[in-house]
Nanobody, 128 residues
Framework: EVQLQASGGGLVQAGGSLRLSCKVF????????IGWFRQAPGKEREEVSCIHLTDGTSYYADSVKGRFTISRDNAKDTVYLQMYSLKPEDSAVYYC?????????????????????WGQGTLVTVSS
């Protein structure tokens, strides 16, 4: 069974940076994508970014484009979300999800219902 372990959240001032990690257990292949979503109190879960492990193709929500960078280390089965220029509105619980796919996820990465497994979430708080 696939398991995901998200980590790296914390408290940071506006303008600061954080790096989130999502480690994958139980799937020794690269034909999957890892997506990051976030959920703020009282709001719906929204997509943030996604990367396909096969070729590194990445996707970003408009709200984070230019500030967040997603990357992967296939040898460590880990995906990173480097967040720069953080804003108070970035505060949320961040979740990583596993989407099994050997083909492009361009048309579905932003739909949380497409994901097969989820990590436990890590809290990011950005103070103003």
């Amino acid at each position: 069974e696939v398991q995901l372990q998200a980590s790296g959240g914390g408290l940071v001032q506006a303008g600061g940076s954080l790096r989130l990690s999502c480690k994958v257990f139980g799937f020794p292949y690269d034909d999957y994508a890892i997506g990051w979503f976030r959920q703020a109190p009282g709001k719906e879960r929204e997509e943030v970014s996604c990367i396909h492990l096969t070729d590194g193709t990445s996707y970003y929500a408009d709200s984070v484009k230019g500030r967040f960078t997603i990357s992967r280390d296939n040898a460590k089965d880990t995906v990173y979300l480097q967040m720069y220029s953080l804003k108070p509105e970035d505060s949320a619980v961040y979740y990583c999800g596993f989407l099994y796919s050997w083909e492009t996820v361009a048309g579905k990465w932003s739909d949380e219902n497409e994901y097969d497994y989820w990590g436990q979430g890590t809290l990011v708080t950005v103070s103003s």
